[in-house]
């Protein structure tokens, strides 16, 4: 019925950009394809290559601009257009919409209580949404206020995002391990958080890093140091270039150990494949999840958090 959302009874999957091939191959075959939005029958499954997923898809009729935006409007706030086919209708109605605020964001921010939900159109007068979404940004979207002088390079934008997700960040005087470390990016944004950080590599840190209160450096292949090596740590973050079976060995060492609470670590693929194996077994790892970050490439970011914020730690 015309004006009527209609549940879909299938799941809308937003490929992360540059990762159709990926997310194809993890969900096989779908029900239809918008541009990158795969949808598949059935309730949400585990999709690691997704920059948002529309979780309550429903489709619903509508005549003008104005009914369109009405109709979203009577749901909820925010609404992200997704334009894919009527692109220039679909922006339209995203025009007539209540604004929500989109520029860069200064670190550190909670993430927003407000649900942001997605939509597109089928044709001319149906409209494709979901007020449930997986991402609070739009289209899974969004940039910080950066820093261009301090850092040495622009990695710490993936270190922040796996942060602010996380909901917890490292404190002043907690330890950190910072393995791949060089030039020194995420080193650059946990000094700044007060941190005490042993940064890792076989080659130097920026100096202007090395120089910064908290930090020392161990010129060394992480993967040849065990976790009585390097002691008790609050954080664990790796961010080395290997493949994904000697990030495992060695955080499974870390577990064994209980040396290490928290971990933030990426999980880089080589070539033009991905390790669907290795980093399934991450994600058993229990209490922890895998996220393609909107700052993440050809890599994605494993993070077991175990200190929240006012818990207190056992
Ligand atoms: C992507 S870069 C790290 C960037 C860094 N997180 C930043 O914010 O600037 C990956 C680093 O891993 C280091 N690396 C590769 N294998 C390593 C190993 N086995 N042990 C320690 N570092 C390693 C490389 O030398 C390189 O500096």
Excluded at 172 to 197: H, K, M, Y
Excluded at 227 to 253: E, H, K, M, R, T
């Amino acid at each position: 019925m015309k004006g009527e959302p209609v549940p879909l009874g299938a799941t809308c999957y937003h490929a992360a950009p540059g990762f159709m091939r990926h997310l194809q191959a993890e969900l096989g075959e779908v029900y239809r394809v918008d541009g990158e939005l795969l949808t598949a029958m059935g309730p949400e499954r585990r999709a690691f290559w997704t920059r948002n997923v529309w979780r309550k898809p429903f489709t619903a009729e509508f005549g003008s601009v104005g009914e369109a935006a009405a109709l979203l409007s009577s749901i909820q706030r925010n609404w992200a257009p997704c334009p894919v086919k009527f692109a220039r209708r679909t922006v339209l109605i995203g025009e007539r919409l209540p604004h929500f605020p989109d520029r860069p964001k200064a670190f550190p921010f909670a993430l927003p209580s407000a649900p942001m939900g997605a939509f597109t159109l089928l044709d001319e007068h149906t409209l494709l949404a979901s007020a449930d979404c997986s991402s609070p940004w739009p289209n899974g979207e969004f940039s910080f206020v950066e820093d261009r002088e301090g850092p040495p390079s622009r990695a710490y934008r993936k270190l922040w995002e796996a942060l602010v997700m996380a909901g917890s960040m490292p404190g002043p005087g907690q330890r950190c391990i910072d393995a791949g470390a060089c030039p020194g990016g995420w080193t650059w944004a946990l000094a700044g958080l007060g941190a005490e950080v042993t940064a890792i590599d076989r080659s130097p840190l920026d100096d202007s890093v090395m120089a910064m209160p908290g930090v020392s450096f161990l010129k060394h292949n992480a993967f040849t140091l065990k976790p009585s090596d390097l002691g008790p740590a609050d954080w664990l973050f790796s961010d080395v270039i290997c493949y994904p079976p000697a990030l495992f060995d060695w955080i499974g060492q870390w577990l064994e150990s209980g040396l290490a609470r928290n971990f933030v670590c990426t999980i880089k693929m080589q070539g033009e494949d991905w390790d669907r194996a290795t980093t399934e077994r991450f994600a058993a790892i229990p209490g922890s999840r895998v996220l393609h970050l909107w700052h993440n490439k050809h890599e994605l970011t494993w993070i077991l958090i175990r200190d929240k914020p006012g818990a207190t730690q056992g």
